[in-house]
């Protein structure tokens, strides 16, 4: 099934969030071992367009369960740079 995860940042989060990003990348480039599969994955940005202010994943996984322990694993949840997390179901339509 997929699912679709939805991160914004805490205010004032970029310093942390740029000082955990080769780490997240890391844990991102090998979801296997997380029963995770990314379909799609990428920062969410500012009205300028440059400026990262969340993360936006689409992943296949066996259920919610499997997601939520994903996210709680990765390194920018652990080091509290997200404000606000929703992960929902997703059916893929086009694309």
Avoid: C
């Amino acid at each position: 099934m997929l699912f679709a995860i939805h991160a914004l940042d805490r205010p004032g989060a970029l310093d942390t969030r740029l000082a955990n990003y080769d780490a997240h990348k890391a844990f991102l480039s090998d979801t296997a071992p997380h029963g995770v599969k990314i379909v799609m994955s990428g920062p969410l940005v500012a009205e300028d367009g440059t400026t990262m202010i969340g993360s936006l994943f689409v992943v296949e996984a066996e259920n919610l369960a499997t997601v939520e322990r994903f996210n709680a694993a990765d390194p920018f949840h652990k080091a509290g740079i997200w404000e606000r997390v929703s992960i929902t179901g997703f059916i893929r339509r086009q694309g």
